[in-house]
Structures are given as C-alpha cells and as structure tokens.
C-alpha cells in the first residue's frame, strides 16, 4: 500500500496551495478519505474528511478555507488550501479508510506527509 502526498511548501500568508495524495495498493473497498495535520509540538488534528458516499466533514481549522476532494478513478485526494495562516504551518498528511477484502473490518492506511509553511 502507498500513500504519496505532495504539494506543499513555503507561502505567503493569505495565498493557497493545493495539497494532493494518490494512493495504490488497497485492495478493499475504500471507506473514508482524509487529511490530518501536525504542527511542531502540537497534536495531530483533522483537517478534512470524505466519505465514499460524498459526505464532508470539515475540522474547525479548514471549515470556509479548505476544501477536500476525492477522485476515484484516479485514486487521488485533493486538499484545495486558501487564505493561508501562520497557524496553518504543519506537516499534512493524508489517509484512506478500507475495508479489509472480504470482511466488515475496516484499516486505517497513512501517507507520510507534506510541510506545509506558511510565512512572509
């Protein structure tokens, strides 16, 4: 299974970027997407969440800011970033629910992320 984010990198408070995770390997049938952020000594929190059935969740930190989609034949997640903060300086890393092939139990897989700086 891999995960590869990428997208990242230094911008200017205010301005975007556009975070994307193409993901291979996984078998059973895809439950959630996501993304996840980590700033230095801080916890992981949730960014962004997408359902296979197009249900959106959005943490507090993106809610009007960030958008998350999800394309499945191509098996990329994107995360579309404006009105960039310091505060959103962070390590994003995105993630694939999946059920395990032939079973009711469902896997949490992980990329191993994107730095995201946001400074002038």
């Known amino acids: 299974v891999q995960l590869q984010a990428s997208g990242g990198g230094l911008v200017q408070p205010g301005g975007s970027l556009r975070l994307s995770c193409v993901f291979s390997?996984?078998?059973?049938?895809?439950?959630?997407v996501g993304w996840f952020r980590q700033a230095l000594g801080k916890q992981r929190e949730l960014v962004a969440q997408?359902?296979?059935?197009?249900?959106?969740y959005y943490g507090d930190v993106g809610k009007d800011r960030f958008t998350i989609s999800w394309n499945k034949a191509e098996k990329m997640v994107h995360l579309q970033m404006n009105n960039l903060k310091p505060e959103d300086t962070a390590v994003y890393s995105c993630?694939?629910?999946?059920?395990?092939?032939?079973?009711?139990?469902?896997?949490?897989?992980w990329g191993q992320g994107t730095r995201v700086t946001v400074s002038s």
């Open positions: 993630y694939v629910q999946a059920f395990r092939l032939a079973s009711t139990r469902l896997l949490d897989y």
């Open positions: 390997g996984i078998s059973g049938r895809v439950n959630s």
């Open positions: 997408m359902g296979n059935g197009d249900s959106l």
